[in-house]
T-cell receptor, first 113, second 114 residues
Framework: AQTIHQWPVAEIKAVGSPLSLGCTIK??????LYWYWQATGGTLQQLFY??????VESVVQLNLSASRPKDDQFILSTEKLLLSHSGFYLC????????????FGPGTRLTVL | GDSVTQTEGPVTLSEGTSLTVNCSYE??????LFWYVQYPGEGPQLLFK?????EKGSNRGFEATYNKEATSFHLQKASVQESDSAVYYC?????????????FGEGTKLTVSS
């Protein structure tokens, strides 16, 4: 069975500080990977997707970047956090291009002060 | 562009009553439709998907029929339980080709009291 792990579980960071969030999926080779952002009480907004190592596509610009250094790993980062970055960050995967159901990880709660 | 509109929440029901969450969509493509459920502090879980028009999806007593003519995909359950309290999202995805983008509705928060 596939498992998806996100780290850290929660972060409290200062405005202007850097950020790195991670996601690892086990039990599935070459998954499609996605990052989503969810404001408190809000809907899910897709940020990035990746279909293979080293290849990341941006869906919406929020002064964030993403990288896929390994087949099973997806990283979300920024050098300078804004207050508006607060929220719930979710990593998701789908088994192959053309299978549009996506399976979500447990999420990382980010608070920017 | 593509969009999804859901029943405005929150919705409060008593155990044993029926649930309908309305979902309407707009797209020029031929979509795949999804319902997701999110419990507090967790990531969303896929409830079910329906890739074809006029077909029904179902899981855990929830069901929805993809009505292409009405561009609707309403979620229904005959008898809700307290454990169904969660936020429900309708989502629109491509049928084939194109990007992997899922478009989520605003979510409908359901609270079921015993």
């Amino acid at each position: 069975a596939q498992t998806i792990h996100q780290w850290p579980v929660a972060e409290i960071k200062a405005v202007g500080s850097p950020l790195s969030l991670g996601c690892t999926i086990k039990g599935k080779s070459s998954p499609n990977l996605y990052w989503y952002w969810q404001a408190t009480g809000g809907t899910l907004q897709q940020l990035f997707y990746s279909i293979t190592v080293g290849q990341v596509e941006s869906v919406v610009q929020l002064n964030l970047s993403a990288s896929r250094p390994k087949d099973d790993q997806f990283i979300l980062s920024t050098e300078k956090l804004l207050l508006s970055h607060s929220g719930f960050y979710l990593c998701a995967w789908s088994p192959y291009w053309g299978a549009y159901e996506q399976y979500f990880g447990p999420g990382t709660r980010l608070t920017v002060l | 562009g593509d969009s999804v509109t859901q029943t405005e929440g929150p919705v409060t029901l008593s155990e044993g009553t029926s649930l309908t969450v309305n979902c309407s969509y707009e797209t020029k493509q031929y979509p795949t439709l999804f319902w997701y459920v999110q419990y507090p502090g967790e990531g969303p879980q896929l409830l079910f998907k329906v890739p074809k028009a006029n077909e029904k999806g179902s899981n855990r007593g929830f069901e929805a029929t993809y009505n292409k003519e009405a561009t609707s995909f309403h979620l229904q359950k005959a008898s809700v339980q307290e454990s169904d309290s969660a936020v429900y999202y309708c989502a629109l995805g491509p049928h084939q080709g194109g990007s992997a983008k899922l478009i989520f509705g605003e979510g409908t928060k359901l609270t079921v009291s015993s």
